[in-house]
């Protein structure tokens, strides 16, 4: 089994990661992790923190010579807003003391956490509150750095074994394409060419990551004029997998059904609202014989080698991955934090208020796009580990080659 967590708040110190239960010896280093760490920042639209900070990370622990070790590899992400913004955040968020004299922040804003989070943990009322700043601080996306860094760690492994995961965005806002038949020759040509890393690095040449050049100029049109209304946007991207191999996950429990567990992968990332599995939502509008995959054989070269015709079910059949690149898509809402002020109402006096505005994101679309790839690898990697998995890189690569050499 592998695990990981993460600790820290968005303008604490840093952000700590454990991930627990790698094999040894699978290659990684500290700029493996900051490529894709880099790529969360990416996308037209973004503001404020993303032009302070790029994340570096620190391996503190787990992984020598360029290898893992087996034991559990300890991560540090440095937030670098903590120092060097000089807006007091070693005081706002000290770690002793009793906060006397700090800004204490009353107003919930809408769509994010604060409300729900204080009357959970009682930041609501005294002795602790009223104050929403430790549920702001912990439920911020500022988080997602942290596990883009944990998950890169799986995503290498993935890698040394022939698996790529990617991802482009589709809508955002007014903007884009709803059938996954609009875009099927685009995203297919690419991953023909060099797996889900082409589709990727096609994706990252838009600031939006969208593949098609016209739609990523309507696009950033449209944020412009979004921003210039005080709004947000929210959107949809594809996650796509290749190279994974016959039969990781199973139908014989629903907990154990790959299908579920990309869709936690999905919705466990702030803000996701909807994930879809292939066809997704449009298998239940069309009949059954332009949803199902046909099934083929192909024995050329003396292996069975089964494939499908199609990939309506975005390479998952019962639960089990099937062979075909997965596919699924994710819906993330738009950003909460908007210019023009939404309707909340006062911790302390209980007075209706607008909220107030603080630097944001007009969308976070792009940036969401990359922590879903990751998120996605490292359910891939849980999986592949509970069919393959061995104390050892190499005890891993051989019982995967040993099922590829059978055709799986
Ligand atoms: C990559 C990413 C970036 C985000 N950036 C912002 C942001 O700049 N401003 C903001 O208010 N919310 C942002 N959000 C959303 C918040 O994290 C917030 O947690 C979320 O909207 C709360 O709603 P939930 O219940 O859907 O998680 C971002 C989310 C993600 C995934």
Redesign the pocket.
């Known amino acids: 089994m592998i695990r990981y967590l993460t600790a820290g708040e968005s303008h604490g110190e840093a952000l700590v990661g454990i991930v627990e239960g790698m094999p040894a010896g699978v290659p990684v280093t500290p700029a493996n992790l900051d490529e894709h760490l880099s790529r ?1 920042w990416l996308g037209y639209g ?4 993303a032009k302070v900070e790029r994340d570096q990370v620190k391996v503190l622990g787990g992984i020598r010579f360029s290898h893992t070790m087996g034991s559990p590899i300890a991560l540090l992400l440095p937030n670098a807003a903590y120092e060097k913004d000089r807006t007091g955040w070693p005081e706002k968020m000290a770690v002793t003391g009793d906060g006397e004299g700090i800004e204490r922040i009353t107003l919930p ?1 809408p ?3 604060d409300l729900v989070g204080a009357q959970k943990y009682g930041f609501d009322r005294p002795p602790h509150g009223p104050d929403v700043r430790p549920v702001i601080d912990r ?3 500022r988080e ?1 750095a942290m596990r883009v860094a944990c998950c890169s760690v799986a995503r290498q492994m993935l890698r040394a074994l022939g698996i790529e995961v990617g991802s482009h965005v589709v809508r955002l806002g007014e903007v884009g394409l709803d059938d996954p038949a609009d875009w099927a020759e685009d995203r297919d040509a690419l991953l023909a060419e060099g797996g889900a890393r082409a589709l990727y690095e096609k994706a990252d040449q838009s600031e939006v990551r969208m593949l098609s050049d016209e739609l990523s100029e309507r696009t950033i049109e449209h944020i412009k004029a979004t921003k210039k209304a005080g709004d947000t946007l929210g959107g949809v991207y594809e996650v796509v997998a290749t190279g994974v191999p016959v039969g990781l996950g199973s139908y014989a429990q629903g907990d154990r059904r790959l299908d579920g567990r990309l869709a936690q992968a999905i919705l466990s ?5 909807a994930v879809e599995v292939g066809d997704g939502w449009r298998a239940g509008r069309r009949p059954g014989s332009e949803v199902h995959d046909p099934i083929t054989r192909d024995d050329t070269d003396g292996v069975a080698r089964w494939g499908r015709e199609s990939n309506h079910a975005g390479g998952v059949e019962g639960g089990i991955s099937n062979g075909q690149p997965l596919v699924v898509r994710g819906t ?2 738009p ?3 908007l210019i023009k002020p939404l309707g909340t109402a006062d911790l302390v006096t209980g007075a209706a208020q607008p909220t107030r505005y ?1 630097r ?2 007009v969308t ?1 679309v792009p ?2 796009s990359t ?1 879903a790839e990751a998120t996605v690898a490292w359910e891939i990697a849980v999986a592949l580990l509970e069919r393959y998995g061995g104390d050892t890189f190499e005890a891993v690569r051989e019982r995967i080659e040993a099922d590829r050499e059978r055709g799986l």
Not at 269 to 273: D, F, L
């Open positions: 969360r973004r503001g404020g923190r804003r769509g994010h956490a439920s911020s996306a997602t990332i702030q803000a996701q609202k993330m809402k950003i909460p934090t603080e944001s994101d976070s940036a969401a922590v």
